[in-house]
């Protein structure tokens, strides 16, 4: 099984995250952040990554750094849990819709973390969340999981629907590229030998 546990404090935040990627899409979310832990259920559940998250922190300064590093922690364990990374898939990309919006996610699980963010909202809040801290959480992602991300939406009008199908479209393309593929399950999905 592909699984791992990291934990993490600083003088901001406390988070501890552990997570299956074998698993199916099992949950237990709890950082203090409401639209952050729907986020986050909708990642486990549609990526059937098993996701174990427990988080404090100073938000009665704001929710930046709770998020930031709750996306750094999870980041940090998605990698630690791959392991080698031999016989993935590696490549996945998935377009979605919610409803009027639609957005897709393409991804290579290649050890060089990249990300290219084309989200706009038309709000600066979703509820009591920020929404220019959901482009910190994706790039704290990418960062510590290694991954090269590009995030689109391609049209919409509601922002939670823009940032939920977002999350969405991560969870399947990280389950399509996660997969070990039975062709080449003991293999690297590359011709130079290392990933990174």
Excluded at 153 to 169: D, Q, R, S
Aim: aromatic share 6%; with cysteine; proline share 3%.
């Amino acid at each position: 099984m592909r699984q791992a546990t990291i934990s993490r404090q600083t003088n901001e935040t406390s988070v501890n995250v552990s997570l299956n990627i074998d698993g199916t899409g099992q949950y237990n979310i709890a950082t203090g952040v409401g639209f952050l832990d729907h986020m986050l259920e909708q990642l486990s559940k549609h990526s059937l990554i098993d996701l174990d998250v427990k988080a404090t922190g100073d938000l009665h300064i704001d929710m930046h750094h709770i998020t930031e590093d709750v996306a750094i922690v999870i980041g940090q364990t998605l990698r630690k849990a791959m392991g080698d990374l031999k016989g993935i898939r590696r490549y996945a990309s998935q377009t979605l819709p919610m409803d009027e919006a639609l957005s897709r996610v393409s991804l290579d699980v290649s050890g060089r973390p990249y990300l290219i963010w084309n989200v706009s909202f038309s709000q600066p809040k979703i509820g009591d969340f920020d929404t220019e801290l959901f482009r910190e959480w994706f790039q704290a992602f990418a960062m510590n999981s290694g991954i090269t991300l590009h995030v689109e939406n391609l049209y919409g009008e509601n922002n939670h629907h823009i940032i939920e199908i977002c999350f969405k479209a991560l969870a399947r393309a990280l389950r399509e590229a996660l997969e070990i593929d039975p062709r080449q399950k003991d293999c690297l999905p590359t011709t130079k030998g290392a990933l990174g």
